[in-house]
């Protein structure tokens, strides 16, 4: 049974700060991995889609890797900033085709 | 790009009453689309996989009898959440796979508030 971890539960850095994500997993029989960020009482917004094929994906300020033979996946956030606060969840497709979330790791950067 | 379109954004209803919760493809088909529920502070579980013209797959522990799923077009389907109890108020989100692009990316919701008082 595929089981999805991410560390740090919270994370509180000041603005400007470089920081990382994980998430880990422990099958490494995936399709394909997914970042997302969810704002207070709102949807999903997809940051990266890495296929299993590929090793890391960039958009902006986010670089996301994927390593499936350690089940690990990384979120680079580089100069963050106040409007990076949110809760970012990382998210598998599976071989069953089935997305599974990660717990997500809650951001608050600091003015 | 691929837009999902949920409807309502939230919604108060009382105890014993039934609320439907609508889930549109915007600008492509979507063959499967994915119903999750959210507890505060808590990550989103999947409750069912519903494709178009067929039943839902329920996961294990969703009455199937109290979320009703309807799948009646390539672009919508609806959950509905029958006698409503305060332990079934949560947040609602439904995904889409966008059958164009090989089923690679998934589609969210703006999900649904839903609170039973």
């Known amino acids: 049974k595929q089981e999805v971890t991410q560390i740090p539960a919270a994370l509180s850095v000041p603005e400007g700060e470089n920081l990382v994500l994980n998430c880990s997993f422990t099958?490494?029989?995936?399709?394909?991995l997914q970042w997302f960020r969810q704002d207070p009482g709102k949807g999903l917004t997809s940051l990266l889609l890495?296929?299993?094929?590929?090793r890391e994906q960039t958009s902006g300020r986010l670089n996301a890797s994927l390593d499936k033979s350690s089940g690990r996946s990384t979120l680079y956030i580089a100069a963050s900033q106040p409007g990076d606060s949110a809760t970012y969840l990382c998210?598998?497709?599976?071989?069953?085709?089935?997305?599974?979330f990660g717990p997500g790791t809650s951001l608050s950067v600091i003015p | 790009g691929a837009v999902v379109s949920q409807h309502p954004s939230w919604v108060i209803c009382k105890s014993g009453t039934s609320v439907k919760i609508e889930c549109r493809s915007l600008?492509?088909?979507?063959?499967?689309m994915f119903w999750y529920r959210q507890f505060p502070k808590q990550s989103l579980m999947l409750m069912a996989t519903?494709?178009?013209?067929?039943?839902?797959?329920?996961e294990q522990g969703v009455e199937k009898d109290k979320f009703l799923i309807n799948h009646a077009s390539l672009t919508l389907s609806t959950l509905t959440v029958t006698s409503a109890h305060p332990e079934d108020s949560s947040f609602y989100i439904c995904?889409?796979?966008?059958?164009?692009?090989?089923?690679?990316?998934?589609?969210f919701g703006s999900g649904t508030r839903l609170t039973v008082v």
């Open positions: 995904s889409a796979r966008d059958r164009s692009r090989g089923g690679y990316g998934y589609t």
């Open positions: 099958d490494s029989a995936i399709y394909n």
């Open positions: 890495i296929q299993s094929s590929q």
């Open positions: 998210a598998l497709k599976t071989s069953y085709d089935k997305v599974i």
């Open positions: 600008d492509f088909q979507a063959t499967t």
């Open positions: 519903s494709n178009e013209g067929s039943k839902a797959t329920y």
